[in-house]
C-alpha cells in the first residue's frame, strides 16, 4: 500500500477536473506536523502562480473534485493553499490488516515490470576482494534485492575483471608454481596479495620474465590451450575466493551471474569495426580514438576516449561498450545500474555517449552510473592497515565479529556459547553493512567500529535489538503471533503515528530504487524503530488492566513491527535473532 501514490492519482485527477493542466504537480508530502494532517497537497500554490490567480480559491476548486471519501475524515485549506489531509482511523486499520496478513506486507508488485541488469561487485581476480569493493556490494545487493521485492526482473553481472597484461605475468608464475610441485588450493593461491605481489617482483626484477609474460598476454588472447588452462586454474581458484567472501557477507551474488570481462572478447573486434564505419572512431597516432564535443574542457578541446591501442589491444572502454550492447541489444533491458567508484564517473559518460552514437544503447534502456564515495579511517584519508595497507575484505568482516562478540560478552545472557557465537556473527556482519548503507551512496564516510558496533543510534545492532525486543513480548505472552485476527484501533497518538510509518514501506521502497539509495530504508528503518519504543512506553499491551481488544490490536502493531524491521533488513542483507 502506497498512501502518497494514492493520493497523488486522487490529486491529479481532482486537478484535471479544475481545470488544470494534466501535467500539474500535485506536489504531495508527508505532514511533519499531526496539526496539519497526515499528508499534504501542495501544488496549488506553483500552479496557482504560473495561472495568475489565487492559491486558496485554486486550492478550494481542487478539494471540491477531490474524490477522498473512503480515504480521508477530513480536508482542509491552510496557509497560502495547502491541502491538509487527515486519514480515516478506518481506512489505516483496514491497510495495517491487509499488511500484517500478506507475506510482503502489502507492497504490491510494480504495475508494469521491467527487466533491471545490475553491474556490481566487479572484483579483480588477481587480488583478494578489499575494502573497496564493499560499497560496490553490499550497496548494488541492497538495490537488486529490493527490485525483486517490487516484483521487477533482475539480471545480476558481476563484471569481473579477469583479463588484461597481468594475467600473462600471473600465469607464467603460476606456470613455475605448478612445475616445482607446489599445490594450487593449498599454497599458490592461499594468499592472493603475496601471490601477485611476487609474479609482480619476478616482472620488475627477474631477467626473461617480463617477455615471457607478455608472450602468455599474446597467447592467451590468441586462445592458446597451455595458457587458457592455467588461466583457468587461476580464475576458479580467485573466484572461490570472492564467493568465500559473498556468503559470509550475506549477498546474493552466485558463481552463475559472473559476466567478467573475458566473456566480452569475441565481440570487441566488431565494436572497433562498428565505430569505425559510423565514423564515431578515428585513428589518432595508431589508435582509434571517439572524441566527444559533449564533455568538452573550458577551452572547447574534446574529451578524448581511446577504445582501441596503437599495437591493437582493447581496453576497459572497449569491453564496457561491448557489455552495453549485450545488457540493451541482447537482453533487453528497460535499465542499466552500474554501481562503481565515484571517480570513474568520465568514463562512464564517455561509454554512455559513445554507446548511444552506435545504437548499442537503445534509446529505451536507461543507462545509470549509481557512483559512490570512499571508505574513510580515522585520520579523513581513504581506509587502510596501520603499515598504509589494503584491508582485506574477509580480514574486516572477521575482525568486526570478533569485536561484537566481545560486546555482547559485556552483556547479561543465558545463551550458549554456540547462539552468542552465531549473534556475535550477524552482528558484526550487519553493523558493518548498515554502516555503510546508511550513508548517502555518494557520500564519503568515516569508518568507527565503536559507532558502528554500538546498540544506541541508528546502527544494526539497535535495529536488532529492537527486533528482539519485539519478538519477546510473543515470548512473554506465550501468544502465536501468526494468530492474531484483531483489528487494529487507532485511539493514542503514537498508535496513529507508528501506523503511518508502517504504511510508507512501499513508498520508500520506491524511493530507494528509483535513485538506488538503500540509505533512505536504512532511515526508515531508524524512525520505526524509534517510533515503536515511543509507542511502547505510551501504550501497554501486556499490562494489568488493559482491555483484551486493545491489547490484541496492539499485540498486531507490534507483530507488524517486527515483520517490517525483519523484512526491511533483510533487505539490506542484514539478518536478524530472536534473541540477543
Keep these: 500500500m502506497n498512501i502518497r501514490t494514492l493520493l497523488i492519482d486522487k490529486a491529479i485527477a481532482a486537478m484535471v477536473a479544475a481545470g488544470l493542466p494534466e501535467d500539474t504537480n500535485p506536489a504531495v508530502t508527508q505532514s511533519t506536523r499531526p496539526q496539519f494532517g497526515d499528508y499534504q497537497i501542495n501544488g496549488a500554490m506553483g500552479a496557482a502562480k504560473k495561472l495568475k490567480s489565487n492559491p486558496r480559491e485554486l486550492a478550494q476548486k481542487i478539494i471540491d473534485n477531490l474524490d477522498l471519501a473512503d480515504i480521508a475524515e477530513k480536508t482542509e485549506i491552510a496557509g497560502p493553499g495547502f491541502i491538509n489531509i487527515h486519514l480515516k482511523p478506518e481506512f489505516l486499520s483496514a491497510s495495517l490488516k491487509a499488511a500484517n496478513e500478506d507475506e510482503k506486507l502489502a507492497v504490491a508488485p510494480h504495475a508494469t515490470a521491467q527487466k533491471v541488469v545490475v553491474d556490481y561487485s566487479s ?15 553490499i550497496i548494488g545487493d541492497a538495490v537488486v534485492r529490493a527490485l525483486e521485492f517490487r516484483g521487477d526482473e533482475v539480471v545480476r553481472q558481476n563484471h569481473m575483471g579477469d583479463w588484461g597484461t597481468q594475467f600473462g605475468m600471473l600465469i607464467a608464475h603460476l606456470e613455475d608454481q605448478i612445475n616445482q610441485g607446489v599445490d594450487l588450493e593449498s599454497v ?19 631477467e626473461g620474465f617480463a617477455d615471457k609474460a607478455r608472450n602468455y598476454v599474446v597467447k592467451l588472447q590468441s586462445g592458446d590451450a597451455h595458457c587458457e588452462k592455467l588461466w583457468k586454474l587461476f580464475i576458479a581458484t580467485s573466484v572461490k575466493h570472492s564467493e568465500e567472501v559473498y556468503k559470509r557477507l550475506n549477498v546474493t551474488l552466485t558463481q552463475d551471474d559472473i559476466m567478467a570481462e573475458s566473456a566480452y572478447n569475441s565481440e570487441l573486434a566488431n565494436i572497433i569495426a562498428l565505430l569505425k564505419d559510423k565514423n564515431i572512431a578515428v585513428e589518432s597516432d595508431g589508435a582509434q580514438v571517439v572524441f566527444l564535443d559533449e564533455l568538452a ?55 554512455e555517449l559513445t554507446a548511444r552514437k552506435a545504437g548499442l544503447l537503445r534509446d529505451e534502456t536507461s543507462y545509470e552510473f549509481c557512483p559512490f564515495g570512499t571508505m ?15 584491508v582485506k575484505l574477509a580480514d574486516l568482516l572477521e575482525e568486526s565479529i570478533t569485536r561484537a562478540a566481545a560486546k555482547l560478552a559485556e552483556r547479561e545472557s543465558d545463551l550458549s556459547d554456540e547462539e552468542r557465537s552465531e549473534i556475535a556473527r550477524k552482528v558484526g556482519i550487519g553493523a558493518v553493512k548498515y554502516a555503510d548503507l546508511s550513508k548517502h551512496r555518494t557520500s564519503d564516510y568515516i569508518f568507527n567500529w565503536d559507532t558502528m558496533l554500538s546498540f544506541e543510534g ?26 492474531l485476527t484483531a483489528d487494529v484501533a487507532i485511539n493514542e497518538p503514537q498508535e496513529k503515528a ?29 524512525e520505526l524503530a524509534s517510533l515503536y519504543m515511543t509507542f511502547y512506553e505510551a501504550c501497554p499491551v501486556l499490562k494489568e488492566g488493559v482491555e ?4 490484541d490490536s496492539r499485540l498486531v502493531l507490534c507483530n507488524l513491527v517486527a515483520k517490517t524491521l525483519k523484512s526491511g533488513l533483510d533487505l539490506l542483507g542484514i539478518e536478524v535473532m530472536e534473541q540477543m
Excluded at 379 to 388: N, Q, S, V, Y
Excluded at 462 to 470: D, E, G, M, S
Excluded at 548 to 551: A, I
Design 548 to 551: 483484551p481488544s486493545v491489547r
Design 297 to 351: 574542457n573550458k577551452d572547447g578541446e574534446p574529451s578524448v576516449f581511446i577504445v582501441q591501442k596503437s599495437g591493437g589491444g582493447f581496453l576497459y572502454a572497449t569491453t564496457d561498450l561491448a557489455a552495453c550492447d549485450y545488457r540493451s541489444n541482447k537482453l533487453g533491458a528497460d535499465r542499466i545500474l552500474i554501481f562503481v567508484d565515484a571517480r570513474q564517473s568520465l568514463h562512464f559518460n564517455q561509454v
Design 376 to 390: 574513510m579511517g580515522e585520520d579523513g584519508k581513504p581506509f587502510k592497515t596501520r603499515t598504509g595497507g589494503t
Design 498 to 526: 507508528l501506523a503511518l510509518k508502517l504504511l510508507q514501506l512501499e513508498e520508500v521502497l520506491d524511493l530507494m530504487i528509483s535513485e538506488a539509495t538503500p540509505h533512505v530504508l536504512c532511515g526508515y528503518l531508524y
Design 188 to 206: 599458490a593461491l592461499t594468499n592472493l596479495e603475496t601471490f601477485y605481489r611476487d609474479a609482480k617482483k619476478r616482472f620488475d626484477d627477474e
Design 458 to 483: 541508528a546502527t544494526a545492532p539497535y535495529l536488532q535489538y529492537a527486533y528482539t525486543r519485539v519478538r519477546s513480548i510473543f515470548r512473554k505472552s506465550g501468544i502465536d503471533a501468526a494468530s
Design 123 to 137: 572484483p579483480n581476480l588477481a587480488k583478494e576482494m578489499h575494502v573497496g569493493h564493499l560499497r560496490s556490494t
